[in-house]
Structure formats: C-alpha cells, structure tokens
C-alpha cells in the first residue's frame, strides 16, 4: 500500500501569511495528487487535483505543485476563512490512500 | 447541484450489523464511480470502499475487508455500504463521495456531509 506522510501535522500562522504544507507518497504516484480542506463539522472539499490544478470555484490563492513523491500546497495570503485541516490523498491507487492532514491554527 | 445525503448511522452493540445508504442527486450516477470515506472524529481520513459505475470493481481497506461490503442500485441513483461483525474501531463518521471522473485516476469531487456510527462495546 502506499503511504502517504504530510508535514507539518499542526502550522501556527497569522492572517495574510503563505504558508506551504508537505505530503510525501511512499513511491512515486505520477501527479495523481489532490489536497483537500476540511473544516470543523464540514465534509472535506477539494482545492487541487492532478497537483497542481485548481478546482473550480477556489481562490487562486491557492496552489500546488509536485510530481513523482513529493508535492506541496502553497496558501499565499492566508485570509481567516482557511484555518482548517488539510490533506492531501493519491489516486494512483485504487484505495486513494490520504495523508493525515495539517491542521492550520490562529498564530 | 450535485447531492449527496447519507442515512443509516447510529448507536449499535459491537457485534452487530448496520446498513448505510448515500442518496444520490444532480448528476449522472450511473456513470460514476463512487466511495466511502471515514473519519473517526477528531482524527484523519480513511478510505474504505469503492465501487465502478457498472458494480464490476469493488476494492476494501484492509481493515473492513471480510466484514463491509459495498453495492449500488444505479435505479434508484443509490449506493450502500453493508457493515457486518461491527467493531468498536468503526466508530466514524461515514462520508459517500463520487469520483470526479470515473474510473481509476479520479479524485473525490463531490462529498456527502456524513453520517456517524457508533459502535458501543
């Protein structure tokens, strides 16, 4: 199975900070890559797919890049609605395996 | 706009079996593939099962395999996850998600809000 590794696991930042979190695969996974937010209460919603594509509707603040194994979520200009947890998933495999997500908090 | 609405969770014995549904609506479901998804609360995302549109290819985690089996009525734009021999660890919630484009290389684009199990031991 392949593992999926995000870092941090908790990010303390300030409104209007870019912020980038980290997800490692266990083997290369192509761009097969999405990132997803979560906030309290909610059902995750997705941001990017195929590493580093927005998906419609998200502010352009947002961005993702990668390849192969390691890939990253940018937030340029980190607004008060994006304190939440984020995680990124492969789907190269059929079991999309999710990493276990970073939570940003309020500095 | 696409729907999606679980039901079907609730308060039940270790041991026992429960059936979740996930309602489908404002798309075409018959073509896609679609998953259950869950988060025990508080804690990560766990992928637990996934079905094509056609109802070919199932997959499990680990973890369910042999106990949670998956199915769809593409009839009544439906899709179920039977949970047998219940666990004290399956204690989630239970999101349905649809794949944004069927098949393999497809990413979750559409989530229900979830519905939660719990299993008392």
């Known amino acids: 199975d392949i593992q999926m590794t995000q870092s941090p696991s908790t990010l303390s930042a300030s409104v209007g900070d870019r912020v980038t979190v980290t997800c490692r695969a266990s083997?290369?996974?192509?761009?097969?890559l999405a990132w997803y937010q979560q906030k309290p209460g909610k059902a995750p919603k997705v941001l990017i797919y195929?590493?580093?594509n927005l998906e419609s509707g998200v502010p352009s603040r947002f961005s993702g890049t990668g390849s192969g194994t390691e890939f990253t979520l940018t937030i340029n200009s980190l607004q008060p609605e994006d304190f939440a947890t984020y995680y990124c998933?492969?789907?190269?495999?059929?079991?999309?395996?999710f990493g276990q997500g970073t939570k940003v908090e309020i500095k | 706009e696409v729907q999606l609405v679980e039901s079907g969770g609730g308060l039940i014995q270790s041991g026992r079996s429960l059936r979740l549904a996930c309602a489908a609506s404002?798309?075409?479901?018959?073509?896609?593939?679609m998953h259950w998804v869950r988060q025990v609360p508080g804690k990560g995302l766990e992928w637990v099962s996934g079905?094509?549109?056609?109802?070919?290819?199932?997959a499990y985690a680990n973890s369910v395999k042999g106990r949670f089996t998956i199915s769809r009525d593409n009839a009544k734009n439906s899709l179920y996850l039977q949970m047998n021999r219940l666990r004290a660890e399956d204690t989630a919630f239970y999101y349905c998600?649809?794949?944004?484009?069927?098949?393999?290389?497809?990413?979750?684009?559409?989530w229900g809000q979830g519905t939660l199990v719990t299993v008392s031991s």
């Open positions: 195929k590493a580093s």
């Open positions: 998933q492969e789907y190269y495999s059929y079991s999309r395996t």
């Open positions: 083997q290369s996974i192509y761009s097969w």
């Open positions: 079905i094509s549109w056609n109802s070919v290819s199932m």
């Open positions: 998600a649809k794949e944004s484009v069927s098949g393999r290389n497809s990413h979750f684009d559409h």
């Open positions: 404002g798309f075409k479901f018959d073509d896609s593939g």
